[in-house]
């Protein structure tokens, strides 16, 4: 059972790169979202998606892009790096219904220099 | 707006002590509530939820939580700590209506070091 993959696990950039951070679940959630944390300020929301093709912000989206052309996958974007991106990407997923039981991945642990 | 507080950042306990993790909530609505736990490297998982019923709910390893309307409380307790629970827990709520989209608002979540 894969759940929910994230890839890569770490990774440094560049001031002004870009980068996506991958991931995929396999549940056939229909809901997924995108958080950063941050040391002692717990979890963010960058964005979510209720469905394939439908995308929000959330809380602190800027910075970031996101698309969900499936309903397996949602990529996040980052585009021009910043030192203040460095932070611990999770990427979740939720059945439809409101019980708001999340999913995890991982978590992608980006470092901006 | 809603909003979670965790009224501790770390909390150090020595193994086979009680513990309790503190939370409260602010709401307009009303909410279901959530303990997630991170283990170190790891990504979240639920520990347990409260949706309705009884105010006193059972989680995964020996965990329990009470849900106190008056109090806006959802406080995490477990009777006897091992090492093995030495993680950082998080308070989430999930407002109902209200535009939340069913989108979790969590807690800056609180580190429990369980000493030997």
């Known amino acids: 059972n894969a759940g929910v993959t994230q890839t890569p696990k770490f990774r440094i950039l560049k001031i002004g790169q870009s980068m996506t951070l991958q991931c995929t679940q396999d549940?056939?959630?229909?809901?997924m979202y995108w958080y950063r944390q941050d040391p002692g300020m717990g979890l963010k929301l960058i964005y979510y998606?209720?469905?394939?093709?439908?995308?929000d912000k959330g809380e602190v989206p800027n910075g970031y892009n996101v698309s969900r052309s499936t309903t397996e996958d949602f990529p996040l974007r980052l585009e021009l790096a910043a030192p203040s991106q460095t932070s611990v990407y999770f990427c979740?997923?939720?059945?439809?219904?409101?019980?708001?039981?999340?999913?995890f991945g991982e978590g992608s642990r980006l470092t901006v220099l | 707006a809603q909003s979670v507080t965790q009224l501790d950042s770390q909390v150090p306990v020595f193994e086979e002590a009680p513990v309790e993790l503190r939370c409260n909530y602010s709401?307009?609505?009303?909410?279901?509530l959530f303990w997630y736990v991170q283990y170190p490297n790891q990504g979240l998982q639920l520990l347990l939820k409260y949706l309705s019923g009884s105010t006193l709910v059972k989680g995964i390893n020996g965990f329990e939580a009470e849900f106190n309307k008056s109090q806006t409380s959802f406080h995490l307790r477990k009777p006897s700590v091992h090492i093995s629970d030495t993680a950082e827990y998080f308070c989430a709520v999930n407002p109902l209506g209200g535009g939340s989209q069913g989108n979790l608002i969590f807690g800056k979540g609180t580190k429990l070091s369980v000493k030997p």
């Open positions: 998606s209720v469905g394939a093709g439908i995308t």
């Open positions: 979740a997923s939720r059945m439809t219904g409101n019980t708001g039981e999340l999913f």
């Open positions: 549940m056939n959630h229909n809901y």
């Open positions: 709401s307009s609505v009303s909410v279901y």
